[in-house]
Structure formats: structure tokens, C-alpha cells
């Protein structure tokens, strides 16, 4: 049986609803896309039977990914192999600056402010959306001064806001929900801190544990971090536990990598029937 700590994050990852084809594009992100090529789905199955979840439900989230262009599919002879296609590529690598390398902006001590009339066209508020702009109030976009202004904005009516350090902070929760995300950092280092704790008492992983916990802990983060505008820290909350969401994900990481490693060494199987090479370069994650 695995360690309680481990147990006690698998319980949490069963206990939300099914998510399976999203820890599979965790899975390739994280582990499989560092050491290219395609993987052998018998590798997918080997890690998924430790998250006891069913081949018949795996198999069904590839077909799924497959047909939705997330994942590309080749045979040879009765064996498949599986690699992300193009969409999937580029969805990995824009979250993996996040996860791997945050960088705040520089703090200017302003927002750009832009103002967006009800009638502009759906196009420019989604540009300004996925730019990392906050709504703070309706038709109102704002983001730290300085940053990139997505195209769609060019031509919008900007203003600059500047005010007290509290009055900025009070916009920024605003503008991006950060108590909602607080509580959803907070959450993560519950579930996942009692791990590092156990490891650092001296308990063990053997090499599937170690890569089940490692891909559970990017995917959880994922789901966080991407909601995260990344902003300077002095207009976030304080204390901010984002600060220690991120020091845990990294400390863990660093813990996990080699055994996990070594299960990818041993049954990360290439198309060409031999293990995928190992990356030496992941060593750079989370040393921002």
C-alpha cells in the first residue's frame, strides 16, 4: 500500500469528477513530450492501473483526445502508439512557462485600464481575456502598466489608474477573483503538503509511486496556475498562498524526479519497441 500521504491525494483526485483524458495530457506534457516521440499505450495503461482507473475507461479518453486532435495515433502490428498532435504541442508548452518558470512582471506602480463598449465585437473582449486582463467592473479590462497589449486593444480608448498600494490591491481582487484563487492554492498545499512532510520524516515511493504523485502534482497545479494572471507581488494579497503553493510544487518535484525517471527509463516504450531516451534538461524546471 502506498504511503497515507499518497493515498490521501488519490483520494482527492477520485473523489472530483472524471477527469482522466486531462491527467493524460498531463502525463504527455510533463513526462513524455521531454523525451519526444510517441509512447507505447501499454505505457499509459501501466501508469493509470496505479490510479486504479480502468484500461476500458483509458482507452476511451485516448479515442476521445485522438478525436479531438489532442493526441495522434500509429499502429505497428497489434501495438499503438500514441504523441500529441499539434494542438495539443502548443497547449503544453504556453502552460509550461507557467508552471515551470514563473516570472511576475516588473510592478510599474499603474494599470493600463481599457475601456470596451457593449456593442464591441466579441473577438476583442476574448483577445483581452486571454492577454491576462481583469474585469473589475463590466466593459472595464485592466492589467499591470507595461505589459503586452494584445492587437485587438490598440485602437481601444486606454487609461493609466494609479492610487494608494491598498486601493491597487483592492482593484487587482477584484479584477481577477484572487480570493477564489487563494482558497484553490490553499486547497493544494492541504492535499499535497502532508507528502513533502512524510518524505522529509524519511518515507519511500517506489518508482510508480513517484511518477503518480510527480503527474498528479503538475496536473493539480495546472489547474491553478492557469487560472493565475501572474501578478507583481505587490499588488496581491499578503500573505499570498500562491507563494507557497509554488515552493511546495517545486520542492516536491525536485524530490520526485529521479525515481519517476526511473519508471520512465524502464517502461516509457518508443515506437521502436526500446525505452524513450531521457531529457536532462527537466532538471531546469521550477529554477526560475
Same mark, same amino acid.
Given at each position: 500500500?502506498?504511503?497515507?500521504?499518497?493515498?490521501?491525494?488519490?483520494?482527492?483526485?477520485?473523489?472530483?469528477?472524471?477527469?482522466?483524458?486531462?491527467?493524460?495530457?498531463?502525463?504527455?506534457?510533463?513526462?513524455?513530450?521531454?523525451?519526444?516521440?510517441?509512447?507505447?499505450?501499454?505505457?499509459?495503461?501501466?501508469?493509470?492501473?496505479?490510479?486504479?482507473?480502468?484500461?476500458?475507461?483509458?482507452?476511451?479518453?485516448?479515442?476521445?483526445?485522438?478525436?479531438?486532435?489532442?493526441?495522434?495515433?500509429?499502429?505497428?502490428?497489434?501495438?499503438?502508439?500514441?504523441?500529441?498532435?499539434?494542438?495539443?504541442?502548443?497547449?503544453?508548452?504556453?502552460?509550461?512557462?507557467?508552471?515551470?518558470?514563473?516570472?511576475?512582471?516588473?510592478?510599474?506602480?499603474?494599470?493600463?485600464?481599457?475601456?470596451?463598449?457593449?456593442?464591441?465585437?466579441?473577438?476583442?473582449?476574448?483577445?483581452?481575456?486571454?492577454?491576462?486582463?481583469?474585469?473589475?467592473?463590466?466593459?472595464?479590462?485592466?492589467?499591470?502598466?507595461?505589459?503586452?497589449?494584445?492587437?485587438?486593444? =490598440?485602437? /481601444?480608448? &486606454?487609461?493609466? $489608474? @494609479?492610487?494608494?498600494?491598498?486601493? #491597487?490591491?483592492?482593484? %487587482?481582487?477584484? +479584477?481577477?477573483?484572487?480570493?477564489?484563487?487563494?482558497?484553490?492554492?490553499?486547497?493544494?498545499?492541504?492535499?499535497?503538503?502532508?507528502?513533502?512532510?512524510?518524505?522529509?520524516?524519511?518515507?519511500?515511493?517506489?518508482?510508480?509511486?513517484?511518477?503518480?504523485?510527480?503527474?498528479?502534482?503538475?496536473?493539480?497545479?495546472?489547474?491553478?496556475?492557469?487560472?493565475?494572471?501572474?501578478?507583481?507581488?505587490?499588488?496581491?494579497?499578503?500573505?499570498?498562498?500562491?507563494?507557497?503553493?509554488?515552493?511546495?510544487? =517545486?520542492? /516536491?518535484? &525536485?524530490?520526485? $524526479? @529521479?525515481?519517476?525517471?526511473?519508471? #520512465?527509463?524502464?517502461? %516509457?516504450?518508443? +515506437?521502436?519497441?526500446?525505452?524513450?531516451?531521457?531529457?536532462?534538461?527537466?532538471?531546469?524546471?521550477?529554477?526560475?
Amino acid at each position: 500500500m502506498s504511503p497515507p500521504p499518497l493515498e490521501a491525494i488519490l483520494g482527492h483526485v477520485r473523489a472530483e469528477p472524471s477527469r482522466t483524458w486531462s491527467i493524460i495530457i498531463s502525463f504527455f506534457g510533463d513526462a513524455i513530450v521531454p523525451r519526444g516521440g510517441a509512447v507505447w499505450l501499454g505505457t499509459l495503461l501501466g501508469f493509470f492501473k496505479g490510479l486504479d482507473v480502468a484500461e476500458t475507461v483509458v482507452r476511451s479518453a485516448m479515442s476521445r483526445l485522438a478525436a479531438e486532435d489532442w493526441l495522434t495515433r500509429t499502429r505497428q502490428g497489434r501495438n499503438s502508439y500514441y504523441h500529441l498532435a499539434e494542438r495539443g504541442r502548443e497547449t503544453f508548452a504556453q502552460a509550461a512557462q507557467r508552471i515551470y518558470h514563473h516570472r511576475p512582471p516588473a510592478w510599474t506602480g499603474a494599470f493600463d485600464a481599457f475601456l470596451v463598449e457593449p456593442a464591441a465585437r466579441e473577438a476583442v473582449r476574448e483577445a483581452l481575456d486571454q492577454a491576462g486582463f481583469g474585469v473589475p467592473l463590466p466593459g472595464v479590462f485592466v492589467a499591470p502598466q507595461g505589459g503586452i497589449i494584445p492587437q485587438a486593444g =490598440a485602437n /481601444l480608448p &486606454r487609461l493609466s $489608474l @494609479s492610487g494608494t498600494p491598498d486601493a #491597487l490591491r483592492e482593484l %487587482a481582487a477584484r +479584477a481577477w477573483k484572487l480570493d477564489e484563487l487563494g482558497v484553490a492554492y490553499a486547497r493544494f498545499c492541504a492535499v499535497f503538503g502532508p507528502l513533502e512532510a512524510a518524505l522529509a520524516q524519511g518515507a519511500q515511493l517506489s518508482s510508480l509511486e513517484s511518477i503518480m504523485a510527480r503527474v498528479l502534482l503538475i496536473h493539480e497545479y495546472r489547474r491553478i496556475v492557469l487560472r493565475d494572471p501572474v501578478l507583481p507581488p505587490a499588488i496581491l494579497p499578503a500573505p499570498w498562498s500562491g507563494d507557497e503553493a509554488r515552493r511546495l510544487c =517545486a520542492a /516536491l518535484y &525536485r524530490h520526485l $524526479l @529521479s525515481p519517476s525517471e526511473r519508471w #520512465l527509463d524502464q517502461h %516509457a516504450i518508443g +515506437a521502436n519497441g526500446t525505452p524513450l531516451p531521457a531529457n536532462p534538461e527537466i532538471t531546469s524546471r521550477f529554477k526560475d
